[in-house]
């Protein structure tokens, strides 16, 4: 439930628009990175920067062939964005997750202060 | 059939959440109270809030922006309606000053369970219609919403196929 706010986050890496174009480009089947950089007019570097980045949190996977790395969606990562998109829900959720820990501090806080 | 006419009832029109925290309820309460607090712990996981204006009184309100992990911005407008320190809440909440159509209203109640607190959050839509949006929809990144209801889709179909 509780989602950590890394770079390694799913959500992260969703959240830019190259890679969300990439994801969509790999809903047709796996592709080569060359092809991935060709068909969004990237560089290499820069999209296997992006790769990477999917990689890291699951939601593409690699396969050497040759000289050629082949990537495809892996759903393993998809999950956790499909989990995450519960609206309103999710927003209390996390919310009131975060409430109980702050509340938590408050009240060690205020125990140190009353003892000190 | 019968038609239905004029509002909806009230319980196709809400929300209900509950949560039991662990600490007495004025300190649950005071936690509501002030911004300080509020932007510690207000809004999903990657989500930060910057406070515009805070006023802690009955038709006072607390202007603020929502930062998703994208930097999608959401202005939010609550104004406190009621506040029965430290047992309750009410407030009228919209997406910044000029979004009244898409208001809707929240009661929070605080109750003291032998020394921790129950909370409980009713929000009241207008409609079922804007319940059913807000439910799918509140606190999802803009941009990645198109997205994210494609791949949820595929996820469906790559587990459909025992992936």
Redesign the interface.
Same mark, same amino acid.
């Given at each position: 439930m509780?989602?950590?706010?890394t770079t390694s986050?799913v959500?992260?890496a969703?959240?830019?628009?190259q890679r969300?174009r990439i994801?969509?480009l790999l809903?047709a089947g796996e592709l080569a990175a060359t092809e991935i950089a060709e068909e969004l007019d990237l560089a290499a570097s820069s999209t296997s920067k992006h790769l990477r980045v999917l990689r890291e949190v699951g939601l593409v996977r690699v396969r050497d062939e040759g000289r050629q790395r082949y990537y495809s969606?892996d759903?393993t990562g998809?999950?956790q !964005?499909?989990e995450?998109?519960g609206?309103?829900?999710?927003?209390?959720?996390?919310?009131?997750?975060?409430?109980?820990?702050? !509340?938590?501090e408050?009240?060690r806080k205020?125990e140190d202060d009353a003892c000190g | 059939m019968r038609v239905v006419e004029g509002i909806e009832r009230e319980e196709d029109r809400q929300?209900v959440?509950t949560?039991l925290?662990?600490?007495p309820r004025e300190?649950?309460f005071?936690?509501w109270t002030d911004p300080r607090?509020l932007e510690?712990?207000?809004?999903?996981?990657?989500f930060t809030t910057t406070t515009r204006v805070f006023e802690f009184r009955p038709g006072g309100v607390w202007e603020f922006e929502m930062h998703?992990?994208?930097?999608t911005v959401f202005p939010n407008l609550i104004e406190w309606v009621e506040i029965v320190p430290p047992e309750l809440l009410r407030y009228r909440q919209q997406g910044g000053r000029d979004d009244d159509q898409n208001a809707f209203e929240t009661t929070v109640t605080f109750a003291d369970r032998d020394g921790a607190t129950e909370?409980t959050?009713r929000?009241i839509f207008r409609t079922k219609a804007q319940r059913d949006y807000?439910?799918?929809?509140?606190?999802?990144?803009e941009?990645?919403i198109e997205?994210?209801?494609?791949?949820?889709a595929?996820?469906g179909e790559?587990?459909g196929a025992g992936?």
């Open positions: 509780a989602r950590a706010t986050d959500f992260n969703i959240g830019e628009p969300r994801l969509t809903r969606l759903a998809l999950r !964005v499909h995450w998109t609206g309103f829900e999710r927003f209390w959720a996390e919310s009131l997750d975060r409430l109980e820990a702050y !509340v938590g408050l009240q205020e | 929300i959440t949560r925290i662990s600490a300190l649950v005071r936690a607090h510690r712990w207000f809004g999903p996981y990657g998703g992990p994208d930097g909370l959050l929000t807000v439910a799918e929809n509140y606190g999802a990144v941009g990645a997205t994210l209801a494609r791949l949820t595929y996820v790559l587990e992936a």
